[in-house]
């Protein structure tokens, strides 16, 4: 290519690659679409109805979408859901619940809302999120009865986007969930007199997901 044919073309790159470089995403609307890893934790004996005692969750493909809207450079507003199933399996040695040995399938439909925070306004943009929701536990064991119970599930992660035109942006997202399952009163009347000792016991369970995606805004 002849230098006077590539220095045009060069300016012409970099006039168009200033305004991207410089955007401002203030009152655009965001989808994004996105796949990636789950990654369970441990249900605790007593926390379900289910399982006498601990089993695992396993790691499951997970998939997604989510939709925000930004309020300002800095903040924003998101709603999501993702769906995976992970193998239950179990914790112990015995021969009713063997070590790693699977016993079931769990499938988990995530609803949730976020408090975005941008760091920045060029083409790369890392952001930390916060949010809560509804997360569903639906177990399919082989000879036992099983229901759907919907809990509270909080999150917090980040990730970053890394917009490719101002329309389109490649997405990385990390976060860990904790949902609430169950909450146990304890009172010890031996030996206490008037004085009786009481206390209490939660339960929650812990999840992490890590994704990616194509993210598509909407307004500029």
Not at 78 to 85: I, R
Request: overall charge neutral; glycine content about 16%; some cysteine.
């Amino acid at each position: 290519m002849k230098v006077k044919t590539a220095i045009p073309l060069l300016a012409a790159a970099l006039l168009l690659a200033a305004p991207l470089a410089a955007q401002d995403r203030s009152g655009t609307a965001e989808i994004s679409l996105f796949g990636g890893g789950y990654f369970g934790g441990t249900l605790h004996a007593g926390s379900n109805a289910l399982f006498p005692r601990d089993v695992s969750i396993g790691t499951a493909p997970a998939y997604g979408a989510r939709i925000g809207y930004n309020v300002n450079r800095w903040f924003g507003l998101e709603f999501g859901w993702s769906q995976t199933k992970p193998d239950i399996t179990g914790m112990g040695g015995d021969l009713l619940w063997g070590q790693g040995q699977k016993i079931g399938e769990m499938t988990h439909n995530i609803f949730e809302g976020n408090a975005v925070f941008n760091m920045g306004r060029g083409r790369v943009i890392p952001y930390f999120t916060i949010g809560a929701g509804a997360m569903t536990f639906s177990a399919n064991v082989p000879n036992s009865p099983t229901a759907t119970d919907t809990r509270f599930v909080s999150n917090i992660g980040g990730g970053i986007k890394m917009f490719v035109t101002p329309q389109l942006a490649i997405r990385i997202d990390g976060r860990y969930r904790s949902a609430f399952l169950s909450s146990n009163d304890y009172y010890d009347h031996e030996g206490c007199g008037h004085d009786c000792y009481y206390y209490s016991d939660s339960s929650w369970y812990g999840s992490g997901e890590v994704s990616g995606g194509l993210t598509f805004a909407f307004g500029k």
